[in-house]
């Protein structure tokens, strides 16, 4: 029997199927314009992008998007950077981390008893842990899900007198449970942690990690799924650009080319269509943080009818996602 020709391959997209992880997904991608089909209704695990040709989406929970994103099986993932580190031994090496997504914040964190008032650091933990063993007999018992994040921060860390309990209920509960003394665990503001008399280490961030577009290295990378990759990247870099700047439109300065481009150069503002001449209308982009110290600028210089409008998409020639996947692939 032939094998499939891998260049006729579709590129797969995986997105969590439930919960906000897959509202937030939708609406991430939605805002780039590109919109999920579900030809069967919501509970359709396989769909498609309307308008991009060569692309199939699969709704999967966070962990099977990881296996998927591993085994080159998907593409194209959307998944937290904690699942990515946790499940992928040499996680750089399969995987490449296109953009955070700008939702699903949380840190993976080492957490203590709060009665304990003299262990603010790793350090500390490191006493408690060496005398533990010295007048105890036994190590630091350590609960969580998270075992390979865990070994790694620890070892890097110099904290080797401990033992992992695994933990499959709600891990916060380890040390009133009695199972454990300290748990590493996710969160997101910490008050689940304080609820259950748990405080995090000053120095016990192992992971600041987010909901991540993440691409697999070891995906059959035909020419089917790199055209439809450069379509679904350019547009939401285009997006991802156009959040952040700013149009501002003004009757031409008279002015030389050189004063323009000085009065715009502190704001970090450029002329993408170069220098109006003879009245017209002169077009300057502008990142939005500095729109309105720009606009104060260009006023006391003269400047009048100026308008200020946030474009939907601003596509560049450039594109840093399309650059960072195709050097990997």
């Not at 704001?267 to 309105?292: M, S, Y």
């Amino acid at each position: 029997m032939s094998q499939p020709n891998r260049d006729d391959a579709p590129l797969v997209l995986a997105v969590p199927s439930k919960g906000r992880l897959q509202e937030n997904a939708f609406a991430f991608f939605g805002r780039a314009g590109l919109k999920f089909v579900q030809s069967r209704g919501a509970r359709d695990y396989r769909g498609s992008i309307a308008g991009v040709e060569g692309a199939e989406v699969a709704f999967l929970s966070a962990s099977e998007i990881v296996a998927q994103l591993a085994s080159g099986q998907a593409h194209l993932g959307v998944t937290g950077e904690d699942l990515v580190r946790e499940q992928v031994p040499n996680a750089d090496s399969v995987v490449e981390m296109l953009t955070p997504l700008g939702f699903g914040h949380a840190n993976v964190v080492v957490a203590v008893p709060q009665a304990w008032i003299d262990v603010r650091s790793i350090a500390d933990l490191d006493d408690v842990a060496s005398t533990m063993r010295i007048r105890q007999g036994r190590k630091l018992r350590v609960a969580t899900k998270y075992v390979n994040l865990t070994r790694r921060f620890f070892a890097q860390h110099g904290l080797a007198d401990y033992r992992i309990v695994e933990s499959l209920g709600a891990t916060e509960g380890a040390p009133a449970a009695g199972t454990a003394e300290i748990v590493v665990d996710i969160t997101t503001t910490g008050s689940t942690l304080a609820a259950n008399a748990l405080k995090v280490l000053d120095d016990g961030v192992m992971l600041a990690s987010e909901a991540n577009l993440v691409a697999s290295v070891r995906a059959p990378w035909g020419d089917k799924a790199r055209a439809a990759a450069r379509t679904i990247l350019s547009r939401i870099a285009a997006e991802e650009e156009a959040r952040s700047l700013r149009e501002v439109r003004l009757r031409a300065l008279e002015c030389s080319d050189e004063t323009l481009e000085a009065l715009c150069r502190p704001f970090g503002a450029r002329l993408p269509f170069g220098v109006a001449r003879h009245g017209g209308v002169q077009i300057i982009h502008c990142p939005d943080k500095a729109v309105f110290g720009l606009v104060e600028q260009l006023a006391e210089s003269g400047a009048d009818d100026i308008t200020v409008a946030a474009p939907s998409y601003v596509f560049r020639k450039a594109n840093p996602l399309i650059e960072r996947l195709f050097g990997r692939i």
